[in-house]
Nanobody, 121 residues
Framework: QVQLDESGGGLVQSGGSLRLACAAS????????MGWFRQAPGRERELVAT???????IVADPVKGRFTISRDDAKNTVYLQMNRLKPLDTAVYYC???????????????WGQGTQVTVSS
């Protein structure tokens, strides 16, 4: 069972940037698809971005043009670069891995513990 360890969250002012990292324990990391979800109080869980084994990326419309996802298979790590942050981006961000994009998109797979991102106005 793969384990995920997220880091990089924190408090940032509106317009600022943060980079989240998610390190996976499994050596077969390169065979998994990866993604980031977020959930804010009172709001539904939201898929933010996914990246497949070949590096193909899907980014959700609310963050398109501001966020990007990348992976470094040599380091078993996936990143979420978040630029031009807004207060509405405030949420707990979760790293997720699964065997396929279809499984990951519905929230199945392995989840990290989450990291808090707070954007002040």
């Amino acid at each position: 069972q793969v384990q995920l360890d997220e880091s990089g969250g924190g408090l940032v002012q509106s317009g600022g940037s943060l980079r989240l990292a998610c390190a996976a324990s499994k050596r077969t990391f390169s065979t998994y698809v990866m993604g980031w979800f977020r959930q804010a109080p009172g709001r539904e869980r939201e898929l933010v971005a996914t990246i497949n084994r070949e590096g193909g990326i899907i980014v959700a419309d609310p963050v398109k043009g501001r966020f990007t996802i990348s992976r470094d298979d040599a380091k078993n790590t996936v990143y979420l670069q978040m630029n031009r942050l807004k207060p509405l981006d405030t949420a707990v961000y979760y790293c997720v891995t699964a065997a396929s994009i279809d499984i990951l998109k519905v929230g199945r797979g392995t989840w990290g513990q989450g990291t808090q991102v707070t954007v002040s106005s």
